[in-house]
Every structure is written in structure tokens, then in C-alpha cells.
């Protein structure tokens, strides 16, 4: 995920399955570190080396703060989902 002047790897969970080009969805999202959000602020979504740029958005809500464990963020959306 890009936004503003960072980088930061992140999980997202999508309302769809799948995506085409020019669809719409929302997400949730998790990211590895804390960063600076706030509503309203633009990001991209850039994927590989190459950074190809596959989807772009708007930050619609912030949920309160969630510790990523051991940089496993899989396992922190899991337990996410549980409460």
C-alpha cells in the first residue's frame, strides 16, 4: 500500500472474491506497522517488483489499533475475525 510519502506491506479482505477492472469493493485492511492515516486520504495498491499499480482507493473509516504478532499478519486478521 502507498499512500502519501510511504510504503507499507499490508492484508487486505475484500467484500468480493474477485475484482475486475473498473469494479468497485470495500475492504478491510491490515497493515504490518503503524502509519499515518486519516479519512478521506488517497493510497495505491502496487504489486511485485516491478510496482505495477493494480488498484486505488480511499480510506473510508480507521478502526482502533491492532498489534501484529511476530509479522504474521495473517494469523492477526484471524484473530481479528474471532472477536
Not at 517488483?49 to 511476530?70: F, M, N, Q, Y
Amino acid at each position: 500500500m502507498y499512500c502519501s510519502t510511504w510504503d507499507q506491506v499490508g492484508r487486505f479482505d475484500m467484500s468480493n472474491e474477485l475484482l475486475m477492472p473498473g469494479e468497485h469493493t470495500s475492504a478491510t485492511v491490515l497493515l504490518m506497522k503503524d502509519m499515518p492515516l486519516r479519512k478521506g486520504m488517497a493510497f495505491t495498491l502496487r504489486e511485485g517488483s516491478s510496482k505495477t499499480t493494480i488498484a486505488r482507493g480511499i480510506i473510508s473509516d480507521l478502526e482502533g489499533h491492532v498489534s501484529v504478532e511476530k509479522h504474521n499478519l495473517k494469523k492477526s486478521a484471524e484473530k481479528i475475525g474471532e472477536n
